[in-house]
């Protein structure tokens, strides 16, 4: 089993930066891809970035490309998302989540088994 956690949200302006973190429990993240989605209110979760087992390849939704980077620390067993030149329309519950690296990439809800509790970021005009 492979608990998330995911921590770094807060409220900014827009055009600022936050620093999202997703720490594994549990079992290593070492041989999972790795996603970020995000929920805004009375919508669906959707797909936001992910990377592979071993960080060498990325992939990003369309409206965040040039302005969010994915990362991880395999040895802190950490995910991160930097985000920068953040918009109001970035406002949304951020999740975390991993799945098995035998398909690439993952972008659907479906594709991954193991969430966290998501953290919100809040993006003000």
């Known amino acids: 089993q492979v608990q998330l956690v995911e921590s770094g949200g807060g409220s900014v302006q827009a055009g600022g930066s936050l620093r999202l973190s997703c720490e594994a429990s549990?079992?290593?993240?070492?041989?999972?891809?790795v996603a970020w989605f995000r929920q805004a209110p009375g919508k669906e979760r959707e797909f936001v970035a992910t990377?592979?087992?071993?960080?060498?390849?990325?992939y990003y939704t369309n409206s965040v490309k040039g302005r969010f980077t994915i990362s991880r620390d395999s040895t802190k067993n950490t995910v991160f998302l930097q985000m920068n030149s953040l918009k109001p329309e970035d406002t949304a519950v951020y999740f975390c989540?991993?799945?098995?690296?035998?398909?690439?990439?993952?972008?659907?809800?479906?594709?991954?088994?193991?969430w966290g509790q998501g953290t919100q970021v809040t993006v003000s005009s």
């Open positions: 989540a991993a799945g098995p690296s035998t398909k690439w990439p993952r972008v659907t809800v479906g594709d991954y088994g193991y």
């Open positions: 990377i592979t087992w071993d960080g060498a390849n990325t």
């Open positions: 549990g079992r290593t993240l070492g041989w999972l891809h």
